[in-house]
């Protein structure tokens, strides 16, 4: 059993129950713009995650050109999906990429530090994960700040795989 791809795949299935949840909110809402959050919208708090892990992983881990979806792409709670369905692919590749090497360090810049630093692929892989649950946590803050009953978005739990394991 790999590990960190099961506890992936609970993130990605946990993330199923968000997208049910956006999906019956009005597109007008999904954008709506709220004063008291950092990425203003559901819809810009959803893509920055989505966002992250590219960053991260192409541009942090491998150097790569990081792909870029703009604001502007997404024009309803379903085009979320699709940006997704990529970042999925990526988490899996690099998931794969890692195997027997967690503990290997990265060494790069980001902007909130002056000097190089290094992670480990088990810290990065951590990291965007906690990372995309910190804003759907924001995602269902805002929703309910709109009028909306949000559905249980917390982990997965056993009883539910089945039902959104592809």
């Not at 099961?6 to 946990?14: A, G, I, N, S």
């Not at 920055?48 to 792409?73: D, I, N, T």
């Amino acid at each position: 059993m790999d590990l960190i791809k099961e506890q992936y795949d609970w993130v990605r299935m946990t993330r199923e129950k968000l997208f049910d949840f956006i999906e019956n909110i009005s597109v007008k809402d999904f954008q709506t713009e709220l004063e008291d959050f950092g990425w203003g919208s559901m819809k810009h708090a959803h893509l920055h995650a989505a966002m992250c892990y590219h960053a991260w992983l192409e541009g942090f881990a491998w150097k790569r050109e990081v792909k870029h979806v703009s604001p502007e792409q997404i024009t309803k709670p379903a085009d979320m999906k699709t940006v997704f369905t990529e970042v999925d692919q990526l988490v899996y590749e690099f998931i794969k990429s890692s195997k027997g090497r967690w503990n290997t360090k990265i060494a790069g810049t980001v902007p909130w530090h002056e000097e190089e630093v290094e992670f480990t692929n088990l810290w990065l892989v951590t990291h965007i994960m906690t990372h995309e649950f910190h804003h759907k946590g924001q995602i269902v803050s805002m929703g309910r700040k709109l009028g909306y009953v949000p559905t249980d978005t917390d982990l997965i739990d056993p009883v539910e795989i089945n039902q959104y394991n592809n």
